[in-house]
């Protein structure tokens, strides 16, 4: 384990729900969620989640990327040809779960 190695980066960072940011958990509609006032435009998400794999995955070394719920949502959306606005209504990687992301070019 070598510390130093661990960095954050802000591209990796759970959607931005906007109004519904601190809500309880319930079970809402991909559609509602990314309508909510002062949501992220979810292309944005997207866009900045699938930059951060296409820089790092021209790394010759395993990286292991730690995340929440939305960014694996919003990845599958990407290997799924789908419209990100429904990436909330894909279920999330299991909790502890090991997820090869090489799909994304």
Do not use: C
Request: glycine share 4%; hydrophobic share 35%; net charge negative.
């Amino acid at each position: 384990f070598e510390a130093q190695k661990i960095s954050f980066d802000d591209r990796i960072i759970e959607y931005d729900m906007g109004s519904l940011t601190g809500t309880p958990i319930h079970k809402i509609s991909s559609l509602v969620l990314v309508s909510a006032e002062n949501a992220e435009n979810v292309d944005d998400f997207r866009n900045r989640t699938s930059d951060f794999i296409k820089e790092y995955s021209k790394s010759n070394e395993n990286i292991l990327v730690v995340s929440h719920a939305g960014v694996g949502r919003v990845l599958e959306t990407i290997k799924e040809n789908m419209e990100a606005k429904l990436f909330y209504d894909l279920p999330a990687y299991h909790n502890g779960s090991v997820t090869k992301i090489d799909w994304i070019k």
